[in-house]
């Protein structure tokens, strides 16, 4: 049996390897760019909490936990994927690699695996906001406007 494709997400930013894996570490820095709370003990080991608040509807709410599989600073994360609301699965993988482009640029890699028979909806969903999440960073990154309140009315922390 052959297993459901990966969410696979790349993008080119304009920051060095060493600048988006802080961005992707630190509680402050994912407070600008990605969910609204932040707990991380990143490191070998290490674990994450992280929450999505709705500005409006509190029933959008949501959580995301997981252990680090892998943590080779400046260039490879990976983390397992789970929440209250995904506790019917087994927990998925994501594995981000940083490589380093000319100009203090990196190319920003990120596939989710592990993705279990007939849940294409949820990865559909997935891939939709590893890709805004992904254009975050990269606004991050880039010190344009934040728009997650706009687009998905996501509390922002400032």
């Not at 894996?21 to 609204?36: N, S, V, Y």
């Not at 252990?67 to 993988?93: M, N, S, V």
Request: include cysteine; charge should be negative; charged fraction near 25%.
């Amino acid at each position: 049996m052959i297993p459901p494709p990966p969410v696979v997400v790349e993008r080119d930013l304009e920051a060095p390897p060493g600048a988006v894996f802080a961005a992707l570490t630190e509680p402050a820095r994912l407070d600008r760019w990605f969910f609204t709370v932040h707990e991380v003990w990143p490191g070998p080991g290490g674990r994450y909490r992280i929450e999505w608040h709705s500005a409006g509807d509190a029933a959008r709410n949501h959580s995301r936990y997981g252990a680090y599989l892998d943590f080779e600073p400046p260039h490879r994360l990976a983390f397992e994927w789970q929440g209250p609301q995904l506790e019917c699965i087994p927990a998925t993988r994501v594995s981000i690699t940083l490589d380093e482009l000319p100009g203090s640029r990196t190319h920003f890699l990120l596939v989710h695996d592990r993705w279990p028979e007939g849940w294409d909806e949820l990865r559909g969903n997935h891939l939709e906001g590893w890709n805004f999440y992904a254009d975050s960073l990269a606004r991050y990154l880039a010190g344009a406007e934040d728009v997650r309140g706009k687009r998905f009315g996501q509390v922002v922390r400032s």
